[in-house]
């Protein structure tokens, strides 16, 4: 987890594009239990070691050790969830007073731990007061891990959520843009049908001997091209036909 999230602050990419879900997953199934983990570990050395009255170097450096873990790690808790809060008002809502007591509860153990232990000139308080003062600290570490996860149950499924609206608006617009689609070829192949049934209408016209149609030319596409070309027949058929008629005459006159 610390390298993710090292790659993560670095660059702002994460396995899970959403901060909150991201962070919130590494801090309640990474970070919370290796706090609780320093510091059960930290509650039996130290009930020991009170209970028996003897702090033997070993013993010590395993408690510093296990001390720091629970320093660090609760510092990485408090990053993650700020994290967090900045995108999620609802997380904050729901999470923040645990976090914060949380928080409380460790630095009473910290402040125990140094004071009545690591850096006691001599072992004073009860076994039975500093395993409280742990358990207590622990308790509230597994509190904030159940609402951690159950918050995070909530983002997912409202990602969800927002995955399956997003799916409807995408496919109602292909819908859309389908039929509208639909609809403009329907015009398209409509009026170059319509189009092509004026020009064979016009040939059959002119095949009858009829030279007076009118055209109309519609357009600047294919069939109008069409239609002219048939306007310009008819036009010259006709001039054709006018100048036999007018040579003819000219003939019956002459005889």
Do not use: C
């Not at 460790?106 to 850096?119: F, G, R, S, Y």
């Not at 891990?145 to 109602?172: G, N, T, Y």
């Not at 509208?180 to 009858?208: D, K, P, W, Y």
């Amino acid at each position: 987890f610390t390298f993710q999230r090292r790659v993560a602050d670095a660059s702002g990419m994460a396995l899970d594009p959403e901060i909150a879900t991201y962070y919130l997953m590494t801090t309640a199934f990474g970070s919370i239990p290796e706090v609780a983990e320093a510091m059960g570990r930290l509650r039996v050395a130290g009930v020991t070691v009170l209970a028996t009255q003897k702090l033997e170097p070993e013993v010590r450096a395993a408690m510093k050790f296990s001390f720091d873990a629970m320093t660090d790690g609760r510092e990485l808790v408090d990053d993650n969830f700020s994290k967090v809060f900045k995108v999620s008002a609802k997380s904050q809502a729901q999470l923040s007073p645990l976090a914060n007591e949380a928080a409380a509860k460790i630095a009473a153990l910290k402040q125990v731990t140094e004071n009545e232990i690591l850096d006691a000139q001599a072992l004073k308080l009860n076994s039975q007061a500093y395993f409280k003062t742990a358990s207590d600290a622990i308790d509230s570490q597994f509190r904030l891990f159940e609402a951690s996860a159950d918050m995070l149950d909530v983002l997912i499924d409202d990602r969800l959520q927002q995955i399956r609206r997003d799916e409807w608006l995408l496919m109602s617009a292909i819908g859309i843009g389908f039929f509208a689609l639909m609809v403009a070829a329907f015009v398209i192949i409509r009026g170059i049908v319509r189009s092509i049934q004026t020009s064979v209408h016009l040939a059959e016209q002119i095949a009858q001997g009829r030279l007076d149609n009118t055209v109309e030319l519609k357009g600047n596409d294919e069939t109008r091209k069409l239609l002219m070309a048939l306007a310009a027949m008819q036009a010259k058929l006709s001039q054709i036909i006018g100048d036999v008629s007018h040579s003819a005459q000219q003939i019956t006159s002459a005889a």
